[in-house]
Structure formats: structure tokens, C-alpha cells
């Protein structure tokens, strides 16, 4: 694994080439923080999954990046021991070949636009023991069904919103090209 200081501005193009063992990357900073950092295309290098995370409290973690070349990509649980409770806004940034994700169980918020690198996105899943969240028909919505949060940008055609869904989150929509009618 690599720890970044917050000090860090700027990852160059193929910085961690042919790092295939590198699974995780720790940055000593916040979200808001690593926001600023500029990362180069295909800066990874990285045939494997690799979370890029910072400390959200002293046992918790925020996924802030995630880099790999899977479709299906599953959030783990925990990484070093801490437990991951949040994925931040553009964790999902240049992900184009992802179609699905998993939230793990630990998983208690997601960001707007923590999805919004992911065009081919066609589903969200989330594994069982999440009482915050809930999948309904690869859809994310709220564990008691009454807030729409994210429709996968990669579907196609036509939506129907469920007659329980009261809230649609700020968001919720946003880049889902192929859609073309929501009733």
C-alpha cells in the first residue's frame, strides 16, 4: 500500500505503472482535500481493484477514489482494519467499463455524484445488512423505499418511478443519456 501526505497536489500520468501488487492507497487528508489533488489519465496503472481512502474518524474510513479495470466492482467492508462508511462525491470518476457496484454493509452514505464517472453503470446493488440503503431493481433508494438516490447512468429506455418513492435526491438522474422517458 502507499500513504500519500494532504501535502500532495498532483499524480502524473503512469505514476504507479506496473504496480500490480499495490492494492490501496491511503491520503492523509479529507475529501474535500483530495478533491483538489489532480490526477493524470490512467495514472494508476493498475491492473487490479485499488481504493484510494482517507480517516473520516478514528475507526472510519471514506472510499475517495476507486481505480481498476472490473466491471463488477463489490466495496469492501473494511480495508486496514477500519470499517468503510462512506463513498464521497466522483469516488467513481473515470470508470467507464464499470456496469455494477456493490455497497457493502457497512456502507451508511453515499455522496451525490460518488457514481457519476460510470456511463455504463446498469445497476446498484447492496448487500444485505444495510438498513440506510436498498436496491430496487439495481436502482438506489432508500432503505424504506421513499427517496430515489441514483438511477444507473448506463440504462436505457424507459423508467417508472415506484409509487412509493416520495424524494428524488439531488442528482438522482443526472448523465443517464439513454433515458428517454421517466413516468
Not at 85 to 95: G, I, M, Q
Not at 150 to 172: L, S
Amino acid at each position: 500500500s502507499v500513504e500519500f501526505p494532504r501535502t500532495i497536489q498532483e499524480i502524473g500520468e503512469a505514476a504507479f505503472d506496473g504496480c500490480v501488487n499495490l492494492k490501496d492507497i491511503f491520503y492523509n487528508g479529507t475529501p474535500e482535500q483530495w478533491a483538489k489533488v489532480t490526477v493524470g489519465a490512467q495514472a494508476s496503472g493498475f491492473t487490479g481493484p485499488v481504493w484510494f481512502y482517507s480517516y473520516y474518524r478514528n475507526h472510519l474510513l471514506d472510499l475517495i477514489a476507486y481505480r481498476g479495470s472490473a466491471s463488477e466492482v463489490k466495496i469492501p467492508a473494511e480495508l486496514r482494519g477500519k470499517m468503510i462508511w462512506s463513498v464521497e462525491k466522483d469516488a467513481f470518476t473515470d470508470c467507464p467499463q464499470v456496469t455494477s457496484i456493490q455497497l457493502s454493509k457497512n456502507v451508511d452514505y453515499v455522496a451525490v455524484a460518488a457514481f457519476s464517472g460510470c456511463p455504463a453503470l446498469e445497476e446498484i446493488l447492496v448487500e444485505e445488512g444495510i438498513t440506510r440503503y436498498a436496491s430496487r431493481d439495481g436502482v438506489l433508494v432508500s432503505g424504506g423505499g421513499k427517496t430515489l438516490y441514483v438511477y444507473p447512468q448506463g440504462r436505457q429506455g424507459v423508467y417508472a418511478i415506484p409509487d412509493t418513492i416520495e424524494t428524488i435526491f439531488q442528482g438522482a438522474f443526472a448523465g443517464c443519456e439513454g433515458l428517454t422517458e421517466v413516468i
